[in-house]
């Protein structure tokens, strides 16, 4: 079956520390990988996607990156938080049956 | 510019109500429309609508999609206080990108 795993699955880091939120995916092979992030009581953002490994497209500008090292890993990263970046991040990638975009269980971090 | 655009933001009624969600589109490329329901954590995935005119159910819960409007609503009957969560609509392009409305928040107070 395919699943999806991120982790972890709280954080609460300092302004200026960095960030490294990992996703993995199990069960498929060269799937279209995501990261959004959602604020509270909002909507999903797309941050990143990425369709291989080491091809990454960024949808919003901002102080984070994405990297994709392995088929079935992706990574967001941060050199220096800031405050905006608190909020509910998600990986998610598209499973085939059903045919939907599935959701990891997300990151909850708080930038303080 | 891609957009979603999902009303009310915001909608408290009283168990046993039928409420009625709104989902409006502007996108190129459009592949399907896509309903998910978030409580606490990652969201569910209820249905998904390419065709126009065809109404999904599941149980409670119904949509229907008209693409020459470019809209789509969801409709739940007999609400229960499980059925409180956030509602969003997103639009499927067709580089397998999705494109999420701000969602609605549904409160069904007992």
């Known amino acids: 079956s395919q699943t999806i795993h991120q982790w972890p699955a709280t954080l609460v880091q300092p302004v200026g520390s960095p960030l490294s939120l990992e996703c993995t995916v199990e069960g498929t092979s060269n799937p279209n990988l995501y990261w959004y992030r959602q604020a509270a009581g909002r909507g999903l953002q797309l941050l990143f996607y990425s369709v291989g490994i080491g091809q990454i497209s960024s949808e919003v500008p901002q102080n984070l990156s994405a990297s994709r090292p392995q088929d079935r890993q992706f990574i967001l990263s941060s050199k220096k938080l800031l405050l905006s970046d608190s909020g509910f991040y998600l990986c998610a990638f598209f499973r085939d049956r059903p045919y939907e975009q599935y959701f990891g269980p997300g990151t909850r971090l708080t930038v303080t | 510019e891609d957009k979603v655009v999902q009303s009310p933001l915001s909608l408290v009624v009283h168990e046993g109500d039928t409420v009625t969600l709104n989902c409006s589109y502007e996108?190129?490329?459009?592949?399907?429309l896509l309903w998910y329901k978030q409580e606490k954590k990652a969201p569910t995935f209820l249905f998904m609508l390419t065709s126009s005119g065809i109404e999904k159910k599941s149980g409670r819960l119904s949509s229907i999609l008209d693409k020459k409007e470019l809209f789509s609503i969801l409709n739940i009957t007999a609400t229960q206080t499980g059925d409180s969560a956030i509602y969003l609509c997103a639009v499927l392009l067709g580089a397998q990108k999705l494109v999420f409305g701000q969602g609605t928040r549904l409160t069904i107070n007992p």
């Open positions: 996108v190129t490329n459009f592949r399907s």
